[in-house]
């Protein structure tokens, strides 16, 4: 019993010692940190629902990119048990019409709706499920225009 245990030992060091196994060994990962701003928060909560809006305007091909928030709000509504607080943001993008190649600027509004009013949450539980992010309204550029005249 001891050979067949002492020759299996060496069968299995000389075959475990000639699989030719390669490793590389990656690089880490760069780490940077970058300083935002309250305003860069919300263009990233709210970048997919605009792009959902821009393109339902604007077609599939349509891009944007914002250029800044030009109006944040805080609503409260006190007509309903609990009262109810949310954000409402104007966002000014700046759409390029690949169809048309032409670039022109569009306003959109997007209600921000935490389940919280006034700072103190409604919930029992930390839950971001509760959050709500909607488009509530779509400028053209055209429109703008003639809302500020």
Known sequence: MKKFTILFLVFFLIGSGSMGVNAETLKPAKKTKINVTTENIFV??????VTEAVKKEHGNKATWKSEGVKHLSI????????????????????VHDNEKNENHSDTVIVKIDTNTYLGSSLQKDINLENVSIEVKQYIHGEQNEKQMN
Do not use: A, M
Request: aromatic share 12%; no cysteine; charged share 25%.
């Open 44 to 49: 990233d909560l709210v970048t997919p629902y």
């Open 75 to 94: 609503n409260n509504d006190h007509t309903v048990d609990p009262p109810k607080s949310w954000y409402e943001v104007r966002l000014n993008i700046l």
